[in-house]
Structure formats: structure tokens, C-alpha cells
């Protein structure tokens, strides 16, 4: 069984290990901690269910970044 998954990121192909989730995502890419929203399949995952979404092969997921300004 393959150790890593390959999801969408963003449109863009991206490579994680297998049973990693959408919390472990976000600390992969340097986003934990920021103010993001994240949807997996076309379905947003809130904060508190971030832990508990596991990505698998072929999801899409989507991270928008919120930055402050003025």
C-alpha cells in the first residue's frame, strides 16, 4: 500500500503521507496558526473538524489565506 497520497492543493497536484488530515496539511505548508478557511470536496472544514478530516488519494482541497490590511 502506498505510503503517500496526492491531492489537489489549490488546483495544483500535492504529495502528503498516507492518513494525514487537513490539520497536518495546513502545518505542512506553513499555515497553522493563520486566520484560513479550508474546503475538502467542496465541503468547508471548520477548525475544530480539521484533526479529523483525513485526506485521501484524488481529494481537492482549497486554503484561502486571510490577510489584514487596510
Known amino acids: ?8 492543493l489549490n488546483g495544483e ?6 492518513c494525514s488530515s487537513v490539520s497536518d496539511l495546513l502545518t505542512t505548508i506553513a499555515s497553522e496558526g493563520k486566520t484560513v ?3 475538502l470536496n467542496d465541503q468547508i472544514v471548520r477548525p475544530e473538524n ?19 490590511g487596510g
Open 13 to 18: 497536484p500535492f504529495t502528503l503521507p498516507r
Open 50 to 68: 480539521r484533526s479529523a478530516a483525513r485526506l485521501e488519494e484524488g481529494d481537492r482541497v482549497e486554503i484561502l489565506i486571510f490577510a489584514g
Open 37 to 39: 478557511a479550508t474546503v
Open 1 to 8: 500500500m502506498p505510503q503517500i497520497v496526492t491531492i489537489q
